[in-house]
């Protein structure tokens, strides 16, 4: 016998809410899947509760979808649900994670608290996802916070932070963004040059030339993409010096990094 497999996006065009809380239920992971990702979109807050419940699915891309339309339904109810998932070693992956740190950010003010305090946890997925949702509200509170972060040891976590210090924008953070130009990861040496980019500051230009003289090649290549997205005619010079040096190593891409920038 076959068993019968609700129609979830009947149930979106119809904005059957009842039908979608139902379909989180279903034995079928991909129905429960897009039920879970469709509530978000209506933004029917009688879903808060049931989309907190599937918060802890057997299923990563429910619990991602849950997540997802608690940020869009937006409710100050899910804030410590959200945080509480975040704790879920379940949930360590970017995709969930990524989706944690979206919906906290999207639910905005009534988060900040719970989201300074979650800065401080000893597990590295709560504070990256605290990171991602103080960025995404742009609250300078999370800036002494933040800052500590371009030292922590898991690289994943100082892309974050760097990220969100270039998006906060705010100038204390110069000098800690400076120092983490010499960042053993590209990943974080790649974010910290955007941040610094993003900011328009004196200090950030010289720290973004002097970026073009690190030892390995490939550790050039954002400082040469930023300068020249920046366009301050002070870095022509740097930017040509590094160009005549580059065919004795070889690295092309690097070249052609500084050949897009003088342009």
Known sequence: ??????????????????????????????????????????????????????????????????????????????????????????????????????????????????LLIAMCDSDTNVRWCASKALEEIDDPRAVPLLIPLLRDPDPFLRQRAAHALGQIGDPSTIEPLVSALRDPDEGVRDNVAIALGKMGDPRAMEALIAALRVPKPGGRMPAARLLGEIGDPRAVDPLITVLRSVPQDGYTDVTDELEVALG
Do not use: W
Request: charged share 30%.
């Open 1 to 114: 016998m076959r068993l019968f497999k609700p129609d979830v996006e009947k149930m979106l065009e119809k904005k059957d809410v009842p039908g979608l809380i139902k379909a989180l239920s279903s034995k079928d992971k991909e129905v429960r899947c897009r039920a879970a990702y469709v509530l978000g979109r209506i933004g029917d807050q009688v879903a808060i509760e049931p989309l907190i419940v599937a918060l802890r699915d057997s299923d990563g891309s429910v619990r991602a979808g849950a997540a997802q339309s608690l940020g869009e339904i937006g409710d100050p109810r899910a804030v410590k649900p959200l945080i509480a998932a975040s704790r879920d070693p379940m949930n360590s992956t970017r995709e969930i994670a990524g989706s944690v740190g979206y919906a906290l950010g999207a639910i905005g003010a009534p988060a900040v608290e719970s």
